[in-house]
């Protein structure tokens, strides 16, 4: 087990090794029935059971055909609690979003009638197929876990999760989402092609079952919250906050960066680190915890400059040299 990082820990309920050990149990179960559908990608799986620990949501981007849905339906059918997948198109309205009102005539008054967002796990597919009003009408209800309708403020129940899709090379008739919306994600995660090994695999199950059908949920919305409680407990010493914290002001002060991480980022990234920590069966955080979950949770939160689009350098290349760049604090893995 890696070393505890020099200094005071923030003060806060410590954390027992049969919770640790029963969080990190639980996780596993998560973790390990989306591999039985998702084959080959343990990291991916793992950052996704990060973010849902963590209170934090997900954007997948990457090509067709590879698993983008199949992943969110996965870690859905996982849990047992409502799931709602709204199907991003450019006539979808934000009222198709958050929901409408509707004169009732036997009452005699307006009633609110929930759109598919009061769900615990959200999958918007294809976001960026919808207009830029459309996407807008996510911002309130990933950021404060609330709709507004009609001057009418309606809570989300906890636990709240949106993972969303788009596909990052068919532009035509997509509107790129903006950067308010992009740091609303937690992570931005991308599965990538399988191995051939793995895919041979992929291509065998699924011809022959539905994995996904056989997959049962291993734990429900009230688990989820009393796992998400643990991981708040988890400790982060004053050098590791200091560490974030140099990491967001090196990405402010490198070159290649027009616009660099918000204090947002410094958050979302804290809050991973101590999922992942709790993960890990440990109640604190190390910079490695850090480490691991910088590009996820801080490349899309950047502007690359004028220049560096022209070079064709990618945020993750540039978010790993800011990494490199950053002392790591003493006394940790």
């Known amino acids: 087990m890696p070393d505890r990082i020099s200094g005071p820990l923030e003060p806060t309920t ?5 919770e640790m050990q029963e969080v990190a149990r639980r996780a596993g179960s998560i973790a390990s029935g989306i591999a039985s559908v998702i084959l080959g990608k343990e990291e991916v799986i793992r950052a ?41 198109t450019p006539d979808l309205l934000p009222s198709d979003v958050t929901g409408v009102s509707v004169f009732n005539q036997k009452r005699g008054e307006f009633e609110f009638r929930p759109g598919p967002i009061f769900a615990n796990i959200v999958l918007a597919d294809e976001i960026n197929r ?38 990052p090379i068919e532009y035509e008739g997509t509107y790129p989402l903006p950067e308010a919306q992009l740091d609303r994600f937690m992570m931005r995660l991308s599965l990538g092609y399988p191995s051939p090994e793995a895919e041979e695999d992929i291509i ?29 407990r988890v400790r982060v010493a004053p050098a590791l906050r200091r560490y974030v914290v140099d990491i967001l002001t090196a990405t402010r002060d490198q070159r290649d960066i027009y616009l660099g991480a918000s204090p947002r ?19 604190f955080v190390v910079p490695k915890d850090v480490k691991d979950l910088v590009v996820r949770c ?8 004028p220049d560096a689009k022209v ?16 002392p790591v604090p003493q006394g940790g893995g």
Not at 14 to 18: C, N, P, S
Not at 60 to 82: H, M, N, Q, W, Y
Not at 265 to 283: N, P, S, V, W
Request: contains cysteine.
């Open 298 to 305: 801080l490349a899309h939160r950047i502007m690359l400059s």
């Open 204 to 232: 065998h199950e699924q011809t022959s079952r539905d994995p996904l059908a056989e997959l049962r949920p291993v734990l429900d919305g009230e688990d989820v919250l009393v796992m998400t409680q643990a991981v708040t």
């Open 14 to 18: 410590v954390l027992q090794d049969d």
């Open 130 to 167: 919808a207009s830029p009003k459309t996407q807008s009408s996510l911002l309130e209800c990933m950021e404060e876990r609330q709709a507004t309708v009609d001057n009418v403020t309606h809570l989300i129940a906890p636990p709240f999760m949106v993972i969303a899709t788009q596909n």
């Open 265 to 283: 980022a410094g958050i979302a990234l804290t809050r991973a680190a101590k999922a992942l920590a709790l993960l890990r069966g440990r109640d």
């Open 311 to 326: 070079h064709g350098v990618s945020a993750e290349a540039v978010m790993a040299k800011v990494l490199e760049n950053v």
């Open 48 to 88: 996704c059971v990060v973010a849902l620990l963590a209170g934090g949501h997900v954007i997948v981007e990457d090509f067709p055909g590879v698993g983008k849905t199949l992943l969110a339906k996965s870690l859905a059918r996982s849990i047992d609690c409502r799931f709602a997948r709204i199907q991003f």
